[in-house]
């Protein structure tokens, strides 16, 4: 199989065949150099047969990349032009039938995926790249690795670990799900248009086996957004609001095996999920209210 893939020239003539105009508010900064997407597919290491899932496609770039590597592509698109004009592109360029699946749909609202796609690849609009993968790892079990692009400062914050100051809630969040890696630079040229921030490549390997109850999650976001909305705090204090009082935080971290005078961007995972298990059932109902 013999997949073509597309240049600036290319990427140009279809924009103005679809009168697409790439917009801030979409996050829309497509990728015109080819050696850039097939860097993606390999630190992906997408391998022939493979399922993969794409968000936020465009006008079909990295989709072709993945394809050419002999992968299937079950792409989500939100802007619906872009959605009808790429399994077209995708059939000029190469692509057999049946190797491409388009969904119509905005990614944070996707809840079924066809094909079961096991690797997600995308470049990832920076507005929305935490919620999206956020909401993939949780909804998407079988995902079992992923290489996406995102804004540099995501990315880094992502693969962030314990004692950094760029580690926060996104750091525990995606490490819930598995182990993250910065996996390369991407040059701000090899966009258009081109951005005002750097990005860079990050991958993640799911742990295997499920790390807790989808109930275990909730409380531990629960406790991972409070530790960091007042990061500067004691965790005695700045988990106060979950537990009723600073007294009872106190009681639920040294029950825990945290120190109360800990601070959030000191605890791994492991122990914000110990602190989640402590938290009452009634309080983690009202949070998701």
Known sequence: MTVSLLGATE??????????????????NFVVDANTVRKIVQAARVQPG?????????LGSLTLAILEAG??????????????????????????????????ADALRVTELPGEPTVLVANLPYNVSVPVLLHFLETFPYLSRGVVMVQAEVAERLAAKPGSKI?????????????????????????????????LLVGFDRSEGERGTEEERRRTFQV?????????????????GVFGSSSAASEALVAAGVAPTARGEDLTVDDYQRIGQQV???????STQ
């Open 280 to 286: 009452p059932v009634a309080a983690a109902d009202a």
């Open 224 to 240: 991972v957004d409070a530790a960091f909305n007042q990061r500067r705090k004691m965790l005695r204090q700045a988990l106060s």
């Open 50 to 58: 493979e399922r993969v899932v794409e968000v936020g496609p465009g």
């Open 11 to 28: 990427i140009r003539r279809l924009a103005a065949e679809l009168d697409v105009t790439p917009t801030k508010k979409l996050g829309q």
């Open 167 to 199: 580690y926060g809630s996104p750091s525990v969040k995606a490490a819930w799900y598995g182990e993250w890696k910065l996996a390369g630079n991407v040059s701000r040229q090899v966009f258009w248009p081109v951005p005002n921030v750097d990005s």
């Open 71 to 104: 992968a299937a592509v079950t792409a989500v698109e939100i802007d619906h032009r872009l959605a009808a004009r790429l399994p077209q592109t995708a059939a000029e360029r190469g692509v057999p039938d049946g190797m491409l699946t388009v969904v119509d």
